[in-house]
């Protein structure tokens, strides 16, 4: 069956977010067994929904990114006059990172649906805690799904989670982040100002924006190799598939996805032979 690709915002297929969440999984579901209902609903999930949350955190991660480098551009002298220093701020700071991690802690809790699609299986909230125990009891603790799950969770899910948490709960079970906007750290050499910082409890504070653009990765190779690993979990069918990674700089610009499925290499032998 095909899938209709709708552009709904400015941000292409020449997005990997876009390319690898839209249209890859839209090439990739297709060759497999199936219902057209568990396509559809595949698709639905990480073709628009994840897909679109994922998008708009890289929104924000690009308007601060943009605001960042207007900093760095900008002439010394319009910050240090006389005695007197300007420090430049990132306007509306709190509130783009509260929208991101907004996003963000949606966006993992979109993707557990997932599991419903599969298994009939709902994870209410983002918690990939529960879905590792769930994994863990079904398939074992050496299964490639049980280990990422388990890695995912303790690695970075956890943590992006606690921060949405503490921003809408202050003080509450995830304690307290900091956010921290531009700051002096020398008036005589550049660096003369450190990026925006966030802090979550007795952490050590971090950058925000290469934070940022850890999660956004972090979750589109989730996506993925949750996908690649629930596909390859469905039954054999007559047609043995593999599904490939395309080396990084392999992938097209235009279109840049990290997968592909063909026939598998046993199969076309006996066609050659």
Not at 102 to 130: C, V
Not at 134 to 147: Q, R
Not at 255 to 270: A, M
């Amino acid at each position: 069956m095909d899938f209709e690709i709708q552009q709904l915002s400015d941000i292409g297929t020449s997005n990997p977010i876009v390319a690898r969440l839209s249209f890859q999984t839209s090439e990739l579901v297709k060759m497999f067994p199936l219902t057209d209902k568990q396509k559809e609903d595949i698709f639905g999930l990480l073709g628009m929904d994840v897909s679109e949350r994922l998008v708009s955190c890289y929104k924000i991660y690009s308007k601060l990114q943009d605001e960042l480098i207007k900093v760095n551009q900008t002439n010394k002298d319009d910050y240090f006059k006389g005695n007197a220093v300007y420090t430049p701020a990132v306007m509306d700071l709190r509130n783009l990172c509260d929208n991101f991690l907004y996003e963000a802690k949606s966006t993992l809790r979109d993707l557990l649906g997932i599991f419903n699609i599969f298994f009939n299986k709902e994870f209410p909230k983002p918690q990939f805690d529960l879905a590792y125990k769930w994994a863990k009891e079904k398939f074992g603790e050496d299964d490639n799904l049980t280990k990422i799950l388990k890695d995912d969770h303790d690695t970075w899910i956890k943590r992006i989670v606690s921060m949405r948490n503490s921003r809408e709960h202050p003080g509450g079970y995830s304690g307290h982040l900091k956010i921290n906007n531009i700051m002096l750290i020398n008036k005589n050499e550049p660096p003369y100002f450190k990026a925006p910082t966030w802090q979550l409890n007795d952490e050590r504070e971090s950058p925000v924006l290469s934070d940022m653009a850890t999660f956004i990765d972090n979750t589109l190779g989730l996506c993925e190799d949750l996908l690649v690993i629930l596909l390859e979990k469905l039954p054999e069918s007559n047609i043995p598939l593999i599904i490939y990674e395309i080396p990084v700089e392999q992938r097209d610009d235009n279109c840049p996805v990290r997968f592909k499925v063909s026939l598998h290499p046993d199969y076309l032998e006996q066609f050659e032979n």
